[in-house]
């Protein structure tokens, strides 16, 4: 198998689709955290809506660590299955486009 037949060490796609979940069901979860709190409450006060989205922004901080985290942790497994190096200066947290330009 040759090197552009592999598939990549970390699934993007996948990640992406698990964020974007993620993000749809914390999303739904404030509106209808706001809209319990509204009913039950003193009625649809924008403040309260105000403390849910903050809340909700927490979480979705925090669930994009453990989703990014995750798919770090599986392609590190992922590269050492495969016997490639993740370390050197083709390895970088910069994206391929600013490291090109730094070397010119």
Same mark, same amino acid.
């Given at each position: 198998?040759t090197e552009r037949?592999?598939?990549?060490?970390?699934?993007?796609?996948?990640?992406?689709?698990?964020?974007?979940? $993620?993000? +749809?069901?914390? @999303?739904?979860? +404030? =509106? =209808?955290?706001?809209? /319990?709190?509204? =009913?039950?409450?003193?009625?649809?006060?924008?403040?309260?809506? @105000?403390?849910?989205?903050?809340?909700?922004? $927490?979480?979705?901080? /925090?669930?994009?660590?453990? +989703? /990014? !985290?995750?798919?770090? /942790?599986?392609? =590190?497994?992922?590269? !050492?299955?495969?016997?490639?190096?993740? @370390?050197?200066?083709? +390895?970088?947290?910069?994206?391929?486009?600013?490291?090109?330009?730094?070397?010119?």
């Amino acid at each position: 198998m040759t090197e552009r037949d592999r598939p990549p060490i970390v699934d993007w796609r996948r990640t992406a689709r698990r964020l974007r979940m $993620l993000l +749809v069901v914390i @999303a739904g979860l +404030v =509106l =209808l955290a706001w809209l /319990v709190h509204s =009913l039950t409450g003193d009625g649809f006060a924008l403040t309260a809506l @105000a403390e849910f989205a903050g809340l909700g922004l $927490l979480l979705a901080f /925090v669930a994009e660590v453990v +989703v /990014v !985290g995750g798919s770090a /942790v599986r392609g =590190l497994l992922e590269a !050492g299955e495969r016997g490639e190096r993740l @370390a050197g200066s083709d +390895v970088s947290l910069l994206p391929p486009q600013l490291t090109r330009r730094r070397r010119r």
